[in-house]
């Protein structure tokens, strides 16, 4: 497996241009799916095999979308398709908002007021007494870590905004209380570049639960002043001077909308499928049953 990955690095990037990339599906198309049909055609004729085929074919697409769209047992729900030809990777994907206490938004949440009610990932999962061995390998306790992580991110990024040039924002009054917490540099420091910075509070997890029908993250963040070395510009000291509690909803958006409509479709033409298949399979049936219909030789023959 390792040669083969070599020597697809060895090839170099195909452009979505090339006539390769352009008939690469087609062409697996007609040979995965082509040789198929051509054994049913062979045994059944074009029109029945096609029909089989159809049926075999749409009744997988069916199974296979309703396990994309609830899931399989301990895995996540929408696990298929995540948005439709020509639209953005996360049209339908659920998106995060941080708020802190005190906003509009927080006096929607009932946990807010109640931080008890937050539990860790362990905690959530119910697997609080395993080893972190086993909590990583497990699959919802690893999907809620990198949902966790969506969050924190945003949480920051309001915690800490900062413009399109990198510059922090934080306004005249928390500047100068920041500057006043942080002190001035000692002999043979100065400001970092990137004086503040915000990160997790150390020592402490981030929590979610749900409320109000939304799940909720809640995190500790703390605004740290960096003093670097005059000479090596090699961070010294990182002054804690801001801790604040922050949450994040998150709005579920509708990833299982692309899987249910893959589903229904499928549904829809298996069942037609179906349909045309026993339809054709009956009018077999009455034809042989005509032909093979025995002479009633009580009718006298026509001299």
Same mark, same amino acid.
């Given at each position: 497996?390792?040669?083969? *990955? ?25 040979? !995965?799916?082509?040789? =198929? ?15 089989? *085929? ?12 309703? +396990?994309? %769209? ?26 995060? *908002? ?6 509009p938004r927080a006096e929607f949440f ?7 009610? !937050? ?5 959530? =999962?119910?697997?609080?007494? =395993? ?11 690893? +999907? ?33 209380a920041a500057l006043e917490e942080a ?9 970092a570049d990137d004086f503040f910075t ?23 963040? #703390?605004?740290?002043?960096? +003093? ?5 510009? =090699?961070? #010294?000291? #990182? ?6 509690? %922050?949450?994040? !909803? ?5 990833? %299982? ?5 893959? #589903? ?5 033409? !298996?069942?037609?499928?179906? *349909? ?28």
């Amino acid at each position: 497996m390792d040669l083969v *990955y070599l020597l697809a690095a060895e090839a170099g990037h195909v452009s979505p241009d090339h006539i390769a990339a352009k008939i690469a599906v087609p062409l697996g198309v007609v040979i !995965f799916m082509g040789s =198929v049909y051509l054994l049913l055609w062979s045994n059944y004729g074009a029109k029945k095999g096609a029909l089989i *085929y159809s049926v075999a074919l749409f009744g997988f697409c069916f199974v296979l979308g309703i +396990f994309w %769209w609830f899931g399989a047992p301990g895995t996540p729900v929408a696990t298929g398709l995540q948005n439709f030809p020509g639209q953005e990777p996360d049209a339908y994907l659920g998106k995060w *908002y941080a708020f802190e206490p005190g906003s509009p938004r927080a006096e929607f949440f009932d946990a807010v007021n109640n931080e008890s009610e !937050f539990e860790t990932v362990a905690e959530y =999962v119910g697997m609080e007494d =395993v080893s972190d061995e086993a909590l990583e390998s497990d699959p919802m306790a690893s +999907f809620l870590r990198g949902d966790l992580d969506q969050a924190t991110s945003r949480m920051l990024a309001q915690f800490l905004p900062v413009d399109e040039f990198g510059t922090t924002l934080l306004g005249a009054e928390r500047r100068a209380a920041a500057l006043e917490e942080a002190g001035e540099p000692e002999p043979g420091e100065r400001r970092a570049d990137d004086f503040f910075t915000a990160d997790l509070t150390p020592d402490t997890e981030r929590q979610l639960t749900q409320s109000n029908g939304h799940t909720v993250a809640m995190s500790s963040l #703390t605004l740290f002043a960096n +003093f670097v070395n005059e000479e090596t510009g =090699v961070v #010294t000291r #990182t002054v804690p001077v801001e801790t604040q509690t %922050w949450f994040a !909803f998150k709005d579920p958006g509708a990833l %299982w909308f692309p899987s249910a409509v893959w #589903t229904a479709i499928s549904l829809v033409l !298996f069942l037609l499928s179906l *349909y045309a298949l026993d339809a054709m399979e009956q009018r077999e049936k009455r034809i042989v049953g005509a032909v093979q219909e025995p002479e009633d030789l009580a009718v006298p023959v026509a001299q």
